[in-house]
């Protein structure tokens, strides 16, 4: 949030004293594109420079955001349908630690219990292993959806990733 409040101020002290970004809608079209400050400013200057005016910045900001998040998710869709169902199942686990800011202890049996929950659902009848959790997180790493911050710690590469398959789930828990 202190980013955001700093670059609102940045970029409004540039703009005409009737022109400028609502902290709330800068902070909501940052969350949008996954964290990534090159991604809000380009956003924000195209908004800012080329279409907007006061009364429609922020819903042309939260457009702007959307059209990215989209392509990105277009992205994310593509790569997560390459992999394995392991594969998949340990990165749901991820994604919700992710969001739930809690760190991965890939092979604790609650965390194992909790892949084979989720392999189950994506129609696989594997039971997986410390072994197989092990082969799916260097198979992820070395695809660049995961990275290893140390022993044993593993985290997504792009949290904007996480976003997209809670939402994922969230399809699928909410379908008929």
Request: proline letters at 3%; charged letters at 25%.
């Amino acid at each position: 949030m202190d980013f955001v409040k700093a670059f609102t101020a940045h970029v409004n002290d540039r703009l005409a004293a009737d022109n400028g970004f609502r902290t709330e809608d800068v902070m909501e079209a940052f969350r949008t594109v996954g964290h990534r400050p090159e991604l809000l400013w380009t956003i924000v200057r195209q908004v800012a420079l080329e279409l907007g005016q006061a009364p429609n910045l922020g819903e042309l900001l939260a457009k702007g955001a959307l059209n990215v998040q989209a392509s990105f998710w277009a992205e994310y869709e593509g790569e997560y349908a390459l992999l394995s169902t392991i594969q998949k199942a340990v990165l749901e686990i991820m994604a919700i630690r992710c969001t739930d800011q809690r760190p991965l202890a890939p092979f604790a049996e609650k965390t194992i219990q909790e892949i084979a929950k989720i392999a189950r659902a994506l129609g696989s009848d594997i039971t997986p292993t410390a072994q197989s959790i092990q082969a799916a997180l260097e198979a992820l790493r070395e695809k660049g959806i995961i990275w290893r911050s140390g022993r044993g710690a593993y985290t997504l590469e792009d949290s904007g990733m996480a976003d997209w398959l809670i939402s994922l789930q969230d399809e699928y828990r909410n379908a008929p």
